[in-house]
């Protein structure tokens, strides 16, 4: 296993269209969460599943963002008619639940959003 | 509401000194916190968990404390190399959420 990937790395986009990310966990993690990183910052949590469920999604997420599990394997993030303020890096990270522990979450590489 | 505060923002040591970078948080009714380093334009890579119920982690030259009653955690860097280079980040989930709060960072730079 090669850790969390993330497709596209880059995207540029012009303001108005859509995007839409794939992110693929460590097979066996039943966790995933996504986050969105702007420069100087820490990443801001967006939404949580817990296999195919989305069992959390931040407030700060506005309807134009929508992300999908099917499955409860490779999660999509999509973003309708992007704004400028969408710019930023979009981080998946995964990790395993079993009983009451709760494991470390392992990061992908992000991938970074540009809205001309 | 949870926040993360990280001192200092930024800091510069030359190789091999030990060093201690901060965490501190608002809420003490945490479930765990987690340690980050992360190199510019890329993704985080953990270096330590630490659940609510534990009060140090150790991997190598790192460790890191919680004291969850004062809201403050730290990491403390052994023998810092240039390699070590790098934007530190603590995260913070509160309980009964899954939601992790991250801090602003520490850019870390170690000289040869």
């Known amino acids: 296993d090669t850790g969390v990937s993330q497709n596209p790395r880059h995207k540029i986009t012009k303001r108005g269209q859509n995007v839409t990310f794939r992110c693929d966990p460590i097979s066996e993690h039943n966790r995933l969460y996504w986050y969105r990183q702007t420069l100087g910052q820490g990443p801001e949590f967006l939404t949580y599943f817990q296999n195919e469920a989305q069992l959390e999604k931040s407030r700060l997420l506005s309807d134009r963002f929508s992300a999908e599990r099917p499955k409860g394997s490779f999660s999509t993030l999509e973003i309708q008619r992007t704004e400028q303020g969408d710019s930023a890096m979009y981080l998946c990270?995964?990790?395993?639940?079993?009983?009451?522990?709760?494991?470390?979450?392992?990061f992908g590489p992000g991938t970074r959003l540009t809205v001309t | 509401k949870q926040e993360v505060t990280q001192i200092p923002a930024a800091l510069s040591v030359p190789e091999g000194e030990n060093l201690v970078l901060n965490c501190s948080f608002t809420?003490?009714?945490?479930?765990?916190l987690q340690w980050f380093r992360q190199d510019p334009g890329k993704g985080l890579t953990s270096l330590l968990l630490i659940q609510s119920s534990q009060r140090e982690q150790t991997s190598g030259r790192l460790n890191a404390s919680l004291d969850k009653s004062s809201g403050r955690s730290t990491l403390y860097i052994a023998a810092s190399q240039p390699g070590d280079s790098a934007t530190y980040l603590c995260?913070?989930?509160?309980?009964?959420?899954?939601?992790?709060?991250f801090g602003t960072g520490t850019r870390l730079k170690v000289l040869a």
């Open positions: 995260a913070v989930r509160r309980s009964g959420t899954y939601k992790y709060i």
């Open positions: 809420d003490s009714a945490i479930y765990n």
């Open positions: 990270a995964s990790s395993y639940l079993s009983g009451p522990e709760c494991y470390e979450q392992y």
